[in-house]
Every structure is written in structure tokens, then in C-alpha cells.
């Protein structure tokens, strides 16, 4: 293996995190996936860091700056802001070694992320609607009490800690490609790119970013950009990156992604529907960069990060539902009928008899624009795919029923 000099993170400094962490952080797998592969055409490894006790790779970089406070320091406590992942790492660890820990996180943090680092013990405050307005408030509890600073990517320790996880893929797969990793604040892509390169110099290692926020993009490349909106994927959702990581991946990261919302959630579904496991946004971000440039890596052997599996059950399920109404699984579909008993029925039977499935049912009498005589009936039904689904249309419609046809795949799509 080879150092870079002019890098504030080596190799070295990896593997004495590694030993450092050894046993207090899981060993997680790295397992090929066969229907992805498929899916995307290149060929797939996974390496899954939602395994870990928090659900997230972020306590190995936590756990490595903990490890290296002073008695003093760790009397005092220690602050740390995050939008749920790098908190619970935070916590976790904190705990473990008697640490009192404050935490602040954005308003905007998903519930689940905010009981889940409470649980550990931590003294959680919400403060901000963004990862950024969060950090300014840390800054300032931090300085008011004299507590250390534990900072989610920007730090040369918590860099090393994220490193290992380039290793543990690399003694798994030494053959890799490329290596795909989400960038958020840029610890852990800086850490794997450091680790992957030291031991297979070859290697291609590509960042991801959501276009609502690209911000590492805007700054290696020297480009004015604009970080705002709703993400799925908060935990990448940063507008200022580190300044430790943007000159890392200046040097050693070959190139980064960006990628939509929609791809995000169709990666987030094929997780759950192909690997049978929970993915968040920023976890999924990985995917959902082959699946947007699948040309590129077609082929090749890739290692995808599954960063983190922290996401809202709601949310998950909106997703699941959203990607149903993409693939042309679910019609909705409203109907001008007369207002009769048995219409009710007759439609249902139609749509039964054509192997369709009714989810829901709205049964409107008083829109103004409904005769007085009539009503209008909206009913979302499954079906087996988007071709399915328009030969029920027409048979509706060859049964005499006005039918005026949503395709919801098209009403969610992005522009």
C-alpha cells in the first residue's frame, strides 16, 4: 500500500482506526447481488452498513474521535449535530464509554431518527430547517459550555474511522471496478476513496449527490450551485462541505453524480423488493446512481455502499406505493355513472373479472359538476403491469361508463 503525502488522512491512519474499532463496530458483509446486477446490468456487491447497532456507518468515524479525548475532555461532554445518522453513532458510543453527549439535529429530522438517539441517552435539542442552520447552532452551544466539538465529516479521525469501510470491501472484493459512495458532507467518500485506492490504485471511486443538493459538485468543480428543497435523501442533504473532504476529493475521487428524487425512491423500492432490506435516501443513493448512467457502468464490477437504513416506515411506504404507480402497477381511473344501486357492483365486477384489484373507492354526489340525477365514482385499482391496466379502461369504457383515466405514473413524475 501506498500514502499519499500531500493528504491529512493516510492509509495508515486507517488501519489504526481499524484496530481501534475492532469489535465495538460490526464487521458488516459484502455480498453480490444477483437481482440488482440484473436490474442494472453491471455486476452488483453490496456492502450493507444499515447492519450496524445505529443503522448507519457513521459510529465508526464517532467511535474514533471519541476514543481519542483526553479524561478531561470526556468529563466535559461532547456536542455533535446531525440529521440522525452521525447522532446516533454519537450517542451510541458516548454512552458506551460514559460520555455525556448533546446532540443537535435539523427540525426537519425524521421522527425515527430523533426517538432512536434519544434511546441511547443523548441530550437531543432540534434547532434549524437544515443540516447547516443545525451546525451554526452547535457551534454556539459548544462554545457557551465548553464542550468538544465531534463534527460529521470534517475531521481527520472521523475520516479514518469512515475509511476502514473501504478496506473491509476491498479484502472482499480486491477485483472491484468502481466504487459508488454517497456524498453528504464528503467523510465518507474521502476515508473509502483514501483506503480503496491505497489498495487498488486502478480503482474508479464515483461520489453521488442528489441535484437538490450538490453542493461537493459545485465546489471540486469550481461552479456556482444552488442547495435547497425536500430531499428523501436528508442525510446528504448538506449545503457547505468539509473543507478536509473537498480537497480529498479534489485529489482522489474520479468524478460524482447527481441524481434525481424519482431514481432515488426507485432505489430505495429495489432494495426492499430484491434484497429484502430497508435502505434510506442517502443509502440508496449508491443505486440510484447506476440506474442513472447504467451505460457507464454496464459490465463492471461494482461496490455500492448501503450507508444507512434509517428511514420513516411512512415514508417507505409512500415509496412503495410511488413506485407502484411509476411501473403502471396502480390506475386510478374516475367514472360519471347514474346514480343507481348496483353501479357500485357492476364496476367492481368488471374490474374483478379482468384480474384487477380494487385498493380504493370515492363515491361523490355533491361536486357542482355532477348531475343532480348522477354521481362520480374514483377508484384506484392494481393491476399486473401499465398494459393491464389500460385493458380494463376500455372495457370499462366499452361497457358504456365515461372513464376518465389518471396515469399516476405520469401525475408524480419528475419533469
Request: glycine share 10%; hydrophobic share 45%; aromatic share 4%.
Amino acid at each position: 500500500m501506498t500514502n499519499t503525502p500531500s493528504l491529512p488522512v493516510t492509509s495508515d491512519d486507517i488501519r489504526q482506526a481499524e484496530r481501534q474499532i475492532k469489535g465495538a463496530v460490526l464487521k458488516t458483509p459484502c455480498l453480490p447481488a444477483p437481482r440488482l446486477s440484473k436490474l442494472t446490468g453491471a455486476d452488483i456487491f453490496v456492502k450493507y452498513e444499515n447492519m450496524q447497532v445505529t443503522g448507519s456507518f457513521k459510529e465508526r468515524g464517532a467511535l474514533v474521535k471519541l476514543l481519542s479525548l483526553s479524561e478531561d475532555e470526556r468529563k466535559r461532554g461532547v456536542i455533535a449535530m446531525s440529521a440522525g445518522n452521525h447522532a446516533q453513532g454519537v450517542a451510541c458510543h458516548s454512552a458506551r464509554l460514559g460520555i455525556p453527549a448533546t446532540i443537535v439535529m435539523p427540525e426537519t429530522t425524521p421522527f425515527v431518527k430523533v426517538a432512536a438517539t434519544r434511546e441511547f441517552g443523548a441530550t437531543v435539542i432540534l434547532a434549524g430547517d437544515t443540516v447547516d442552520a443545525a451546525r451554526a447552532e452547535a457551534a454556539r452551544i459548544a462554545d457557551e459550555n465548553q464542550l468538544v466539538w465531534v463534527h460529521p465529516f470534517d475531521d481527520v479521525r472521523v475520516i479514518a474511522g469512515q475509511g476502514t469501510i473501504g478496506f473491509e470491501i476491498l479484502e472482499e472484493v480486491p477485483d472491484l471496478d468502481v466504487l459508488v459512495v454517497p456524498i453528504g458532507g464528503g467523510g465518507l467518500i474521502s476515508g473509502m476513496a483514501i483506503a480503496a485506492k491505497a489498495m487498488n490504485p486502478k480503482i474508479e471511486v464515483i461520489g453521488v449527490e442528489t441535484e437538490l443538493y450538490p453542493a461537493m459538485w459545485g465546489k471540486v468543480n469550481d461552479k456556482p450551485v444552488i442547495c435547497a428543497g425536500a430531499t428523501i435523501a436528508e442525510g446528504i442533504a448538506v449545503r457547505n462541505v468539509g473543507t478536509l473532504t473537498s480537497e480529498i476529493v479534489r485529489q482522489v475521487v474520479d468524478d460524482i453524480i447527481l441524481v434525481k428524487e424519482s431514481t432515488i425512491e426507485q432505489a430505495i423500492n429495489a432494495y426492499l423488493l430484491y434484497q429484502h432490506t430497508i435502505a434510506e435516501g442517502a443509502g440508496a443513493a449508491g443505486l440510484a446512481a447506476v440506474l442513472t448512467e447504467p451505460a457507464r457502468f454496464k459490465g463492471k464490477k461494482v461496490g455500492l455502499v448501503l450507508c444507512g437504513g434509517n428511514i420513516d416506515p411512512r415514508l417507505i411506504s409512500s415509496v412503495v406505493v410511488r413506485e407502484l404507480a411509476r411501473g403502471g402497477r396502480l390506475v386510478s381511473v374516475r367514472i360519471d355513472t347514474p346514480d343507481r344501486p348496483g353501479v357500485l357492483g357492476e364496476i367492481s365486477t368488471i374490474i374483478g373479472d379482468a384480474k384487477g384489484n380494487v385498493v380504493e373507492v370515492a363515491h361523490h354526489h355533491l361536486f357542482l359538476n355532477v348531475p343532480a340525477k348522477g354521481a362520480t365514482l374514483d377508484v384506484t385499482f392494481e393491476v399486473f403491469d401499465r398494459a393491464h391496466g389500460q385493458e380494463i379502461v376500455d372495457k370499462l369504457r366499452t361497457s358504456g361508463y365515461t372513464v376518465r383515466h389518471q396515469d399516476l405514473g405520469q401525475a408524480i413524475a419528475e419533469p
